[in-house]
């Protein structure tokens, strides 16, 4: 059985009616349920003109009518009691369907993992998330609705058949224009609903967009700006929301217009039938009533307005469900020391090809620091390492065997991330560190925080690793730190930092650089580099331009050459700050007292393990 992060590939896409017909699905026994009790519902009023009428003529004949008069009374009661079952399973069946198509939503987003924001955007999943989910959840209980308002009209006509078969003729005879009312309906309101969600989502991605950015819009005075962007879309939102009431309203006008002519027909035709003794008075009145009941097409206007909205926020869900998400594989890793291979990858982001070719390989233990100008694609190649999005093309191995091959506990367990903004999720301090596939030992989480340069200032919050997160509050280094702690206590043979020591000092930074390479085998290493010194620790270093490996060796060999110094300032100087642990920086961008070494272990292009490092031609 695939799970949420492990769906098989060459599986039908997801489309609006498939995935509305998977929620009636999931939902099919409460669905059934409800429509069983909106049947009834309606089989109950459509008994009550009937016994109604028997009643009136007992009354006005002055003969014996309690009975009928009792039946009367049960019928009232029977529809109460069965209105108020059918709002409960119509209550309950929506937070069901809408529960299990967030939780569908919500694993598929996480499954895909960058892509989604990328594709999307947060704000916009949110709104999708939330109130697309909702809407397309209404659909199980309107589709049984349906069914109970569709049968009532047809059971109107049923009745008014059995009475005489000239009252439903006269009714069919305009039946054919309730039909074209109801498909002009459908086709109106379906474009303009899926306009008004759409631009639903637009407002919601401005708003969650300003909401992270508070602090840099309130800096820089421009609240009122924010607020006009965000609600710019606001009178597309006005047109399509008048257009989609206007198309209600149309429907509606237009049945108040036929409906009633239909009506005087029938009653007409009954009283044609009554002066000839066909009918009675009670057959009259119940006449009278099924013709209300069989041009009942307000009822219907609402559940199919509701169908439509639901098929319109469902192609809303499916768009984000026909991403595919990464498979997964059922091997796991043999023994070996974390040999990384990066083989060919080739990788796009919105429609740019931003790593071209590159063929990489990182011996086990050894560090590697990858470096660049800003877009040469180093934070993608930190992706692409740890499997957080797969490339376009070529292959990323882990002991040799292609991280796509893997199992899904098998590739998390054996590679571990921290960020630059970590995002930190859990109760407490300690949760947010041992977030991962398994929970670690308390012991293991302090260990880690030790490691990371953490323990320090957790120990000092009021009640140290069990201190909720929302009463901790942290630095920006400080996060850092937890961040790093939460990818040392899993351990693993991999280990990926995308820029995750930016924001620490750098005797912070040197003393957690030496802790990791005290690690020695065990570990690989992949950082993200931006200073010369965190580059100078490193065993070697990959130097990425415009995408593709310029360059690979050690700092001290690439330091030679002027575009390699450029990276990190005209000068050759650290544009961060970061320099000596004691604060006094060299002009190799090596730490004082220390040596980049001579490279032993030094990653080298793939396929050619003899060659010195030197400049790749263009």
């Known amino acids: 059985m695939t799970t949420l992060f492990d769906q098989a590939r060459g599986t039908p896409p997801v489309t609006a009616p498939s995935l509305l017909r998977a929620t009636v699905r999931h939902g099919a026994v409460r669905c059934a349920a409800l429509c069983l009790v909106s049947t009834a519902a309606t089989g109950a009023g459509l008994l009550l003109p009937a016994v109604l009428g028997r009643t009136l003529d007992l009354l006005l004949n002055r003969a014996p009518a309690g009975r009928w008069v009792g039946y009367s009374v049960g019928l009232l009661a029977l529809l109460t009691a069965l209105d108020m079952a059918e709002t409960v399973l119509d209550t309950t069946t929506g937070a069901r369907a809408t529960a299990w198509l967030r939780l569908r939503l919500t694993g598929h987003v996480l499954a895909l993992g960058p892509r989604a ?370 990818a040392f206590a899993h351990g693993g043979r991999l280990l990926v930092l995308d820029d995750a020591l930016s924001s620490l000092d750098t005797v912070t930074e040197h003393r957690i650089t030496h802790a990791l390479a005290q690690g020695g085998a065990r570990t690989t290493r992949v950082v993200v580099a931006h200073r010369a010194a965190t580059a100078a620790r490193a065993d070697t270093v990959a130097w990425l331009d415009g995408g593709r490996v310029r360059a690979v060796g050690t700092h001290a060999a690439l330091w030679r050459q002027a575009g390699y110094r450029q990276v990190f300032g005209e000068d050759g100087g650290d544009r961060r700050g970061g320099g000596a642990a004691s604060g006094e920086g060299r002009g190799d961008g090596t730490v004082a007292g220390e040596h980049p070494g001579p490279g032993a272990g030094a990653v080298r292009p793939a396929g050619d393990p003899g060659r010195p490092a030197r400049e790749a031609r263009p």
């Open 117 to 486: 924001t990328a594709r999307f955007g947060p704000g916009e999943l949110v709104a999708r998330l939330v109130g697309s989910a909702a809407q397309a959840g209404s659909a199980p209980a309107a589709v049984a609705a349906a069914v109970a308002a569709v049968a009532g009209p047809a059971g109107a006509v049923v009745a008014l058949g059995l009475l005489d078969v000239w009252l439903a003729v006269a009714f069919l005879a305009g039946a054919p224009l309730l039909v074209l009312l109801l498909r002009a309906f459908a086709r109106d309101a379906s474009q303009c609903v899926a306009r008004y969600q759409e631009t639903q989502g637009r407002i919601a991605a401005a708003l969650a967009e300003a909401v992270g950015g508070a602090r840099t819009i309130r800096a820089a005075g421009t609240a009122d700006r924010e607020t006009a962007r965000i609600l710019r879309p606001l009178p597309e939102l006005s047109r399509s929301g008048h257009q989609m009431w206007r198309a209600q309203a149309r429907a509606a006008a237009r049945a108040v217009a036929v409906a009633p002519l239909l009506h005087l027909v029938v009653v007409a035709v009954a009283g044609v039938l009554l002066a000839r003794h066909r009918l009675t008075v009670g057959d009259v009145l119940a006449a009278s009533r099924y013709a209300v009941l069989a041009g009942g097409v307000g009822a219907l206007v609402g559940q199919l307005s509701a169908l439509v909205r639901a098929r319109a926020a469902a192609g809303r869900l499916a768009e984000v469900l026909a991403e595919p998400a990464p498979a997964h594989g059922g091997r796991r890793l043999p023994p070996g020391p974390g040999r990384l291979e990066l083989r060919g990858v080739t990788a796009r982001r919105g429609g740019r090809t931003v790593l071209h070719g590159v063929d990489l390989t990182v011996p086990g233990g050894t560090t590697l620091a990858v470096v660049g100008r800003s877009g040469s694609g180093k934070s993608l190649l930190a992706a692409v390492a740890g499997r957080l999005c797969d490339p376009d093309s070529g292959e990323v191995l882990l002991d040799g065997v292609p991280l796509r091959e893997l199992t899904h506990d098998a590739l998390r367990g054996a590679i571990g991330h921290a960020f630059e903004r970590p995002v930190l999720i859990g109760a407490t301090v300690e949760d947010a560190i041992g977030l991962g596939p398994a929970a670690p030992s308390p012991g293991r989480v302090r260990e880690a925080a030790r490691t990371a340069r953490a323990d320090d200032f957790v120990r000092r919050l009021p009640d140290g690793y069990a201190t909720p997160l929302a009463a901790a509050p942290r630095s920006g280094g400080e996060s850092q730190r937890l961040g790093l702690a939460r």
